[in-house]
């Protein structure tokens, strides 16, 4: 089986970074065509130049890394480096980018890559709001039909918001764009806050990515360590969850998770529930199912896939 042609839309963010490097390290299951960054967790000054960094880290400095959107389509751009501290990539201490920024707007990179490769060929992996996907279909509606799947981190229902009582970051940010890419009609699969909140860096797994005794083990680790004080604060968490390297996962192992086919809608009128992934789990109503909704993961073997790709950096 060939690796699967992905490019990674991202606002890194410790757990972005730990979803980058399980992707640099799986090139039998995974092809890296590029990564672009959008405005996010940090500004995308920081974004982009975080994306280098780990990419450097991995020792991959061969992936183009583009600037995308440096603000939402509509809304202003709401940060969280509460969450992530001021740079973005807290924890651990690590040099300045040497490489450059590659030419050119992520959005035209989406869209030529996608015009580029056979249709159904290429995966989309949000890991960040969804501004530089929902540009990129809106500037060039023939691109959507070639998309294979877009695979994202993002959304929430039983487990409620994170950024406000409804509604999760990544989409709260831009529930516009949101709503196109959930629109799209394109395979969606989506890893919730239900998913990624059951897969926490508790101290055994995180003492094992140091035990790894590698700069990419120690990093992680120290990423994590800074990390998971907000979700230990507010949820009495055992770790921190890594929400976007979820999607890595899946891509690499699809069996380690569960879910559901349901239609899932974005609240883009109310301010009370802006950003809610309202996600029709019973079939109480007549919407058409469009998306693949994660409620569980095998949060063992998830950690032992993730910590085995790590040692291979
Ligand atoms: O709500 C979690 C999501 O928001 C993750 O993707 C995290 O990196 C932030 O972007
Ligand atoms: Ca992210």
Request: aromatic fraction near 6%.
């Amino acid at each position: 089986m060939p690796p699967r042609k992905i490019i990674i839309d991202t606002d890194p963010g410790q757990d972005d970074a730990v979803a980058i490097l399980l992707a640099l390290a799986s090139p039998q299951e995974i092809e890296v065509l590029g990564i672009t960054a959008v405005a996010g967790n940090v500004p995308l000054d920081l974004t982009s130049k975080n994306a280098r960094i780990v990419c450097e880290l991995a020792g991959h400095t061969e992936v183009p890394v583009y600037a995308g959107c440096d603000c939402p389509l509509k809304r202003a751009l709401v940060t969280a480096e509460h969450v992530h501290g001021k740079t973005g990539l807290d924890g651990p201490d690590l040099p300045d980018p040497q490489m450059q920024l590659t030419d050119g707007h992520a959005v035209d990179f989406i869209i030529d890559t996608l015009r580029a490769h056979e249709p159904g060929t290429v995966t989309l992996c949000p890991l960040g709001p969804l501004t530089n996907i929902a540009t990129a279909f809106t500037k060039a509606p023939d691109i959507v039909d070639r998309v294979q799947e877009i695979v994202l981190m993002g959304g929430a229902y039983f487990e409620v918001g994170n950024i406000t009582p409804t509604a999760e970051f990544n989409i709260h940010v831009d529930p516009e764009a949101a709503d196109i890419v959930f629109k799209s009609g394109r395979p969606i699969v989506v890893m919730p806050l239900d998913v990624t909140h059951k897969a926490l860096v508790t101290k055994p797994r995180n003492d094992a990515f140091r035990a790894l005794g590698t700069k990419v083990g120690i990093a992680v680790a120290e990423m994590t360590d800074f990390f998971e004080r907000f979700d230990k604060e507010k949820y009495g968490s055992q770790g921190a969850p890594l929400h976007d390297p979820c999607v890595t996962a899946y891509l690499i192992k699809p069996e380690l998770f569960s879910g559901r086919f349901v239609n899932v809608e974005i609240e883009t009128q109310s301010e009370l529930t802006m950003g809610m992934t309202v996600a029709d789990w019973w079939h109480v109503t007549d919407r058409k199912p469009n998306a693949t909704f994660i409620g569980d993961v095998d949060a063992d073997g998830f950690f032992t896939l993730l910590t085995e790709r790590l040692a291979r950096l």
